[in-house]
């Protein structure tokens, strides 16, 4: 390995805002079960399908609707 390296015409990663931050959210188990079963079917993995379903809920601006009887 150098002792040195030169950065002066290093770039910033143009993904950088794109990046992926782990959290801890708590779900039911119902739903961590039916999130698992979509990603046996579609053989992706039930966190990445997660992550989709709540990116399309944000980018389609999409309000959360309930109703208590």
Avoid: H
């Avoid at 990663?13 to 079960?33: E, F, G, H």
């Avoid at 698992?36 to 609707?65: F, R």
Wanted: aromatic share 12%; hydrophobic share 35%.
């Amino acid at each position: 390995m150098r002792e040195e390296y030169d950065f002066s015409k290093s770039e910033k990663n143009p993904y950088a805002k794109r990046l992926k931050r782990q959290i801890t959210i708590n779900l039911d188990s119902a739903t961590i079960d039916y999130f698992k079963a979509q990603a046996k079917e579609s053989g992706i993995p039930y966190q990445v399908l997660i992550n989709l379903y709540l990116t399309d809920c944000a980018v389609q601006d999409k309000k959360l609707q309930m109703s208590w009887n």
